[in-house]
């Protein structure tokens, strides 16, 4: 093989070597930008569920203390529990 080809060679050689390299770094990106929003998807679902089960509960909690209800006008409410301090 003649010089003028070895060189031709080494620097396409170079060149597939860049490209390839360009090629993973961008694969490493996309992948961790993936991971990111596949976090960040499942710590919203996270604060969503925490919602509605604190929503779930609070309407549990509306639906006792109604007229009749076990958490009524009685010992609870007597005693002071679950009241809200005043504030002015």
């Known amino acids: ?3 003028c080809l070895q060189v031709e060679d080494a620097l396409l050689r170079e060149q597939i070597e860049q490209y390839n ?8 990106r996309q992948r961790a930008f993936r991971e ?23 309407s549990d909690n509306d639906a006792n203390s109604g ?12 005693s002071g529990v679950g009241k809200r301090p005043h504030q002015p």
């Open 36 to 58: 990111e929003q596949e976090r960040q998807a499942e710590a919203e679902a996270e604060v969503v569920q925490a919602l509605l089960r604190f929503s779930e509960n609070d």
């Open 21 to 28: 390299r360009r090629i993973r770094e961008f694969e490493d």
């Open 67 to 78: 007229a009749g209800g076990a958490r009524g006008a009685g010992a609870g409410a007597a």
């Open 1 to 3: 093989m003649s010089l």
